[in-house]
C-alpha cells in the first residue's frame, strides 16, 4: 500500500508561484496515476491535475489549464504541482492521491491513497 505525503504549503501573494510536492512510501508510483485534488473553504473537494506515471500523459481542470503544471522525479519517486500565477480563489486545501486507474480519473472514487493535505493561501 502506498502513503503519500503532501508538503510545500504555505502563503502566497495573488500573481505568485508555489510548487507543491507528493512524496510516495511503501511502493514506488510506477503504474499509479498521481492526483491533485483541493477543496476551498465551504466548497466540495474537486480535481486539479492528474499525471499518469509510466505514460507520461497528463490532464488538468480548466481553472487552472494553462497556469499549473504537474510533473515527477522517478529518483524522488515524487510527483509535483507548480502553481504560478496564483489567484485567491486558489485557496485551498490541496491533497494528492493515488489511484491504480490509468484513465486519469477526474473522480475522487478512482483515487484509493490520499495524503493528509497541505494548505494553500493566497493574498490578494
Known amino acids: 500500500q502506498v502513503q503519500l505525503v503532501e508538503s510545500g504549503g504555505g502563503l502566497v501573494q495573488a500573481g505568485g508561484s508555489r510548487r507543491l510536492s507528493c512524496a510516495a512510501s511503501?511502493?514506488?508510483?510506477?503504474?499509479?496515476?498521481v492526483g491533485w485534488f483541493r477543496q476551498a473553504p465551504g466548497k466540495e473537494r474537486e480535481f486539479v491535475a492528474a499525471?499518469?506515471?509510466?505514460?507520461?500523459?497528463?490532464r488538468y481542470a480548466d481553472a487552472v489549464k494553462g497556469r499549473f503544471t504537474i510533473s515527477r522525479d522517478n529518483a524522488a519517486n515524487t510527483v509535483y504541482l507548480q502553481m504560478n500565477s496564483l489567484k485567491p480563489e486558489d485557496t485551498a486545501v490541496y491533497y494528492c492521491a493515488g489511484s491504480s486507474e490509468k484513465a486519469l480519473s477526474t473522480i475522487q472514487t478512482s483515487y484509493h491513497a490520499w495524503g493528509q493535505g497541505t494548505q494553500v493561501t493566497v493574498a490578494s
Open positions: 499525471l499518469y506515471w509510466a505514460g507520461y500523459s497528463t
Open positions: 511503501g511502493r514506488t508510483y510506477s503504474d499509479y496515476t
